[in-house]
């Protein structure tokens, strides 16, 4: 059965203190591995792709890594503002039916206080 | 770019009345869309495929009969929730994939928070 876990479920850092979140997965013939960032009361909001085992991505503060079994989320120095829930997501192989399925994890509460 | 809305935002109800929610895709086309059900400290669960011409696909355990999916054109999606019961209170979600982009990235709209009283 194909599962996401995240981990830890919730995180509390100060201002500048950097850390890393985990995903973790079992889907054989992974297509992609999505993050998003979720606002309380809000749909999620895209930050990156991820496609095969060793790719890296950045955006600001964000880095993104995938290896062959799990990605980590990496917030260098976070701020504030980087409060939110961030989501993980894979993309299982096409077995018939519905296409392009996500399925995520149940995400990391991430707080940063000044 | 690849911007998703929702209508509503908010939505409360009685029991036993019917909601509509509209899903639109805002600056590009989008033949395929997602519904997803959010509750509460929980992740997202993808409830069907919609497909702009065709049937949804639902996932298992999902009555196509109380969650009705119309995809009439290539920027709009709905979900009817039919008979809605307080069971069904929740945050709905939508997402669209731009056709036109080669990866297979989902954009997300805002959301839609259903109370059924």
């Known amino acids: 059965e194909d599962q996401v876990t995240q981990s830890p479920e919730a995180l509390r850092l100060q201002e500048g203190e950097s850390s890393s979140l985990n995903c973790s997965y079992t889907v054989s013939g992974l297509r992609g591995l999505f993050w998003y960032r979720q606002d309380p009361g809000k749909g999620p909001e895209f930050l990156f792709t991820l496609y095969s085992a060793g790719e890296e991505k950045e955006k600001e503060r964000l880095k993104a890594t995938l290896t062959k079994k799990e990605s980590f989320l990496h917030i260098t120095a976070p701020k504030p503002e980087d409060s939110a829930t961030y989501l993980c997501?894979?993309?299982?192989?096409?077995?018939?039916?519905?296409?392009?399925?996500?399925?995520f994890g149940t995400g990391t509460l991430l707080a940063v206080q000044p | 770019g690849a911007v998703v809305s929702q209508h509503p935002s908010r939505v409360i109800c009685k029991s036993g009345t019917s909601v509509k929610i509209e899903c639109r895709s805002l600056?590009?086309?989008?033949?395929?869309m997602f519904w997803y059900r959010q509750f509460p400290k929980q992740s997202l669960m993808l409830m069907a495929t919609s497909n702009e011409g065709s049937k949804a696909t639902y996932e298992q355990g999902v009555e196509k009969d109380k969650f009705l999916i119309n995809h009439a054109s290539l920027t709009l999606s709905t979900l009817t929730v039919t008979s809605a019961h307080p069971e069904d209170s929740s945050f709905y979600i939508c997402s669209a994939r731009d056709e036109k982009v080669p990866t297979d990235t989902q954009y997300f709209g805002p959301g839609t928070r259903l109370t059924v009283l």
């Open positions: 997501a894979v993309q299982p192989p096409y077995r018939g039916g519905a296409t392009n399925k996500l399925i």
């Open positions: 600056d590009f086309q989008a033949t395929t």
